[in-house]
């Protein structure tokens, strides 16, 4: 009788033994190398990184138009990135004035304009000639960082004021040339705006293309900022937005403005 079961008994023995041994090794070898090293927790972390990626891409390029955040723009000054949200379509043009005074800055013309009855100063951006400020200084108006609407280019249509940024070069440039470092620091705004805002060369106005006025001045040519700003963003590699009216895309548009803000 012992005899007869004795086999059953040690096959039962490893059938046991064997289960118990290979228990343990298989949740382990079935376990551990999927999660830690194939797949699990490598594959599905790198896909969804991507995807968590991918989608968020053009979200922050949309919203970096609405946002610009500071160091997406190159080595612009921080206080040109403004710190309210902008309205997608608030600003459609850049409009230059000159001060029409020989001397000053942002806080001179801020006092200025106050005493006209007007809520704070008119340009969202004033650039200095030495005088009041360093020749070139771009200083940030305080309309600029609450991304509200100007005062500088008046109109029936008020156009100008609600989606115009206003830039104001210190000079009366009837009399004097604007500044080296003046029109550089000119170029350098304007193209940071036309590309953060997306701006077509024929919306950068002077004053006197959207009133009859002579600002800002016989001797700035609006053409020339154009090319100027134009240049600085394809030496950036950026891309240099286009006309915005197909008609005038061309340079008989420069070439007009030459010939009228000669
Ligand atoms: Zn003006």
Redesign the pocket.
Known sequence: MAKWYLPLVIAGLFAVAGCQVQQPENPVVSTLPPPSFTGPSMQPAAPSHVAAVTPVAPVQQRVAVATPRPGAHGDVPAGWVPVAATNPNQWLWIVV??SATPTGGAAAFDKMHRAKGWDELGYHFVIGNGTDTHDGQVEVGSRWPKQKYGA??KTPSEQYNQHGIGICLVGNFDVTRPTDAQMKSLAKLTSYLMKTYHISPDHVLG?RDTKS?D??GRNVNIAVVRRMSMQMLADAGEQVPADSQVATAAGGELLVDEEKHR
Request: with cysteine.
């Open positions: 004035h000159h500088h280019a004053h006025t600002c800002p």
